[in-house]
């Protein structure tokens, strides 16, 4: 009797070589953001500002017919001057009316050469401080129409005197001619029931907000309104 050991293959466990991922974050380089550095201009000499000549201005009314009070007065006074005079006025245009009439109130025109893309008005109250309008509505000239700026909104005005007010609409509108009208106002006892308004347009851009301005000192007695 043969006793025969059998061959036995013995198994081999073998652990497989893994080669591990490695999780790389890119390299990004941030956007920064950067805003530019501006130094806004005062209102009357940026261009901006049309500066209407007194001769391109026009009025429905002017208080008592005089021309002290009429729209060649309603002229903004430049940064740094002080252009309302005791004796020769650019104080302002004034005219008497009621509060709250619409497109029934007097108005201020002021006028364009040629169309251009109109973006507000700048506005001022009298240069003596007694009286400003603190809110107003527009329209523009469209062909041989007045069209209501921005719908017939009603705009807030001023809130003394001196400091010039940025009003923008909504919607530029180009054109030759823009009315102003006064719907509601400041005034002191004395000056009773009367408007007064000085105001520039504005083209193509937004003027920076201005910032109040001193009372100058007046060596004289400002006219009575």
Known sequence: TVSVT???????SVTPSITPTVSITPSITPTVSITPSITPTPLGTDSCLVNVDASARDA????????????????????????????????GWVVEANDNLGYSAPWLQLNLDTPDNVTGVVTQ?????????????????????????????IFTGNVDGNTKKQITFASPVN?????????????????NNLFT?????????ICPEPEPEPWPLLDDTPPPI
């Open 197 to 205: 308004l000085r105001a520039d347009l504005c083209l193509n851009e």
């Open 6 to 12: 059998p061959s036995i293959t013995p198994t081999v």
């Open 60 to 91: 429905s009314d002017v208080y008592q017919n005089q021309a002290i009070y009429s729209a060649t007065e309603s002229i903004l006074h430049p940064p740094g001057t002080w252009n309302g005079d005791p004796n020769t006025g650019n104080a």
């Open 175 to 191: 054109t030759t001619s823009i009315r102003i009208f006064p719907q509601t106002k400041y005034v002191t006892d004395d000056v």
């Open 125 to 153: 109250g009298y240069a003596f401080g007694s009286a400003w309008v603190t809110s107003l509505t527009f329209q523009y000239l469209s062909g041989d129409n007045w069209v209501d700026v921005d719908n017939g909104a």
